[in-house]
């Protein structure tokens, strides 16, 4: 019922570690003034997507969601001298999908693996004395999914694009280690896990992330 080409496999692998390795690039380029690099914890909370089924002449509506997980990751950020900047992450979460249909009580569950990379533009407020520096971000991502097994066969790696939006603050701890809270959104239509039948929706992530930077 599931399935993905072999063709398709490589190509969502290939993106994964090209952009996984820019991002490493970026971490080991030599430190300087107004970069940061934060490592951070995240809780993804993910809305339930609604989709159809079309199998010969006949469509079915579906719900495909996905268990809370713990996300962990890298964020990367150089600050310009008007208190704005620019934002690349990565970060990775072990989770579960399962695909439900209304007509019927029949369901598929199988771990998933997701994988997200974004870019954002930041925006940051206060002055550099002041105790807590509010910031927001907007941007496009990417996020990869690496599924195991389900009836029907082995799930494969898929892909969607989404946009995030996250607003948090900066709180100081000494002169170079701040305490970074933040909440982000998602918004993506979600992935049909290599299978053509599925047609799926617009689903959504909320994300209370904390973390710990540090400014050169």
């Not at 992450?89 to 249909?101: E, H, I, L, P």
Request: hydrophobic letters at 40%; charged letters at 15%; one cysteine or more.
């Amino acid at each position: 019922m599931i399935g993905q080409t072999i063709s398709d496999c490589r190509v969502v692998q290939k993106l994964s570690a090209l952009a996984r390795l820019v991002l490493v690039l970026l971490l080991c380029v030599p430190a300087f003034a107004d970069n940061d690099v934060t490592l951070v914890l995240g809780r993804p909370m993910v809305g339930s997507a609604v989709g159809n089924a079309t199998y010969g002449s006949s469509t079915w509506d579906q719900q495909q969601s996905a268990k809370d997980g713990l996300a962990a990751g890298v964020e990367f950020r150089h600050w310009f001298a008007n208190h704005s900047g620019f934002q690349l992450d990565y970060d990775r979460t072990s989770t579960n999908a399962t695909f439900q249909s209304f007509s019927s009580d029949s369901s598929v569950r199988f771990p998933v693996t997701r994988h997200e990379m974004s870019g954002a533009f930041v925006r940051h407020f206060g002055r550099s004395e002041s105790r807590v520096h509010p910031f927001f971000s907007v941007g496009p991502g990417i996020l990869l999914f690496n599924g195991g097994s389900a009836p029907g066969g082995n799930v494969g790696w898929s892909a969607a694009f989404e946009g995030v939006l996250a607003c948090g603050v900066d709180t100081p701890v000494s002169r170079h280690l701040f305490l970074r809270t933040a909440y982000r959104f998602h918004l993506f239509r979600n992935t049909d896990y290599g299978d053509a039948h599925f047609h799926p929706g617009l689903a959504h992530i909320q994300e209370p992330t904390v973390g710990l930077s540090w400014k050169f």
